[in-house]
């Protein structure tokens, strides 16, 4: 099995930063792809950023340009720095791994709140 604890949340003010970190732990050699997904009060959990073992990266459009996904994989981290952050980016920050085992692996989440 693989495990996600997510860290680095808290409240920001807007146009503020937050990195966000999270440590992968058990199969590790069974994690391929990397991602943060976000979900707010009301709405469906949506893709933030990816990261391919390799390191490229993908982002949705509403980040481009704010946020920025990294992964080490001697470290076994993938962390999300977020600059510029507006209040719709409010939302639980998930650390998800894709796996070649049955299941993806999904962290417990950490809160992030942009409010003046």
């Known amino acids: 099995q693989v495990q996600l604890v997510e860290s680095g949340g808290g409240l920001v003010q807007p146009g503020g930063s937050l990195r966000l970190s999270c440590a992968a732990s058990?199969?590790?050699?069974?994690?391929?792809?990397m991602a943060w997904y976000r979900q707010a009060p009301g709405k469906q959990r949506e893709l933030v950023a990816s990261?391919?073992?390799?390191?490229?990266?993908a982002y949705a459009d509403s980040v481009k340009g704010r946020f920025a996904i990294s992964r080490d994989n001697t470290k076994n981290t993938v962390d999300l720095q977020m600059n510029s952050l507006k209040p719709e980016d409010t939302a639980v920050y998930y650390c998800?791994?894709?796996?070649?085992?049955?299941?993806?692996?999904w962290g417990q989440g950490t809160q992030v709140t942009v409010s003046a």
């Open positions: 990261i391919l073992r390799g390191g490229s990266a």
């Open positions: 998800y791994a894709l796996s070649t085992l049955r299941y993806p692996a």
């Open positions: 058990g199969i590790i050699f069974s994690i391929t792809d």
